[in-house]
């Protein structure tokens, strides 16, 4: 089983995800598949990534009144008439409704990986679970990881997700894993400071700038692993629990 780390949206190339039955994984640990993992886990009914604001608000037409949430931030600064997509704001609105997220950076490398035979939503929140069901294909599969970065660099909290995720696949794994040097590169990275999660978010570009507008509480709940412990999928435009693990949930 081949693992590849993609280091950010960016690196995407859509013709190559529909190539030879590829599975993605996206991680945007500050803040967009954090937000979108834990909502499923309160009891959203589902989430779709949107590419930017307007095609959020076009969206929102197609449901009822009190249906739909619409949330989003455009470079880490909050959209009028939008909801910030902090986990822990979204916490208690976000049961039984679906909710529309808009961001600038995770939910455009969803909508970028659609062609790949498989899409996982993943975070240090679910990572463990995310890595369960990763190691469900077959074992000629290729796992393409992808960090979305922000804004065209690289992001200190999602390479040390995509690390978590990867040290996840080591552990629980009984086939050989075929790491890329990117994919090693963030293993090492998270083995290196596997008990400093809330501190090396916080140090990173954008942990200042949540620190700056005093999201301290979503930095600490972002660090957490296995918090939400759900495996998220995004199938037809939709994120959403995997059918099988929602079995096991009820």
């Known amino acids: 089983m ?10 995407i190339l859509p013709e190559k995800m529909a190539e030879n039955s590829k599975v993605a994984v996206v991680l945007d640990v500050l ?3 954090t937000a979108i993992v834990s909502a499923l886990y309160q009891g959203a009914k589902g ?14 037409k197609m449901y009822q009144k009190g249906g739909c949430i619409l949330a989003g931030e455009l470079h ?3 959209i009028t008439g939008f909801l910030y997509p902090s986990p822990l704001l979204l916490s208690g609105q976000v049961q039984g409704k679906t909710l529309i997220l808009s961001t600038t950076n995770g939910t455009v490398a969803l909508r970028n990986t659609e062609g790949a035979q498989k899409v996982y939503i993943s975070s240090l929140l679910n990572n463990k679970e995310t890595a369960k069901a990763l190691l469900k294909h077959q074992q000629g599969s290729t796992i393409v990881i992808i960090c979305s970065g922000n804004s065209g660099e690289v992001s200190l909290e999602d390479v040390y997700g995509a690390g978590h995720l990867i040290t996840s696949l080591i552990e629980l794994a009984d086939v050989s894993l075929q790491l890329s040097d990117a ?22 570009y954008v942990g200042h700038l949540f620190a700056r507008h005093g999201l301290y509480s979503d930095l600490q709940y972002a660090s957490t692993e296995d918090a939400a412990p759900v495996v998220a999928v995004l199938e037809d435009g939709k994120a959403t ?6 079995q096991k949930q009820t």
């Open 31 to 33: 803040l967009a598949t």
């Open 241 to 246: 629990i995997a059918r099988d693990h929602m």
């Open 76 to 78: 880490a600064k909050p």
């Open 2 to 11: 081949k693992v590849h780390l993609l280091l950010k949206k960016e690196e």
């Open 47 to 60: 989430v779709i990534p949107v590419k930017d604001h307007n095609e959020a608000r076009e969206l929102s």
């Open 183 to 204: 994919a090693r590169m963030a293993y090492y990275l998270y083995k290196g400071n596997q008990q400093m999660g809330r501190e090396l978010l916080e140090s990173s």
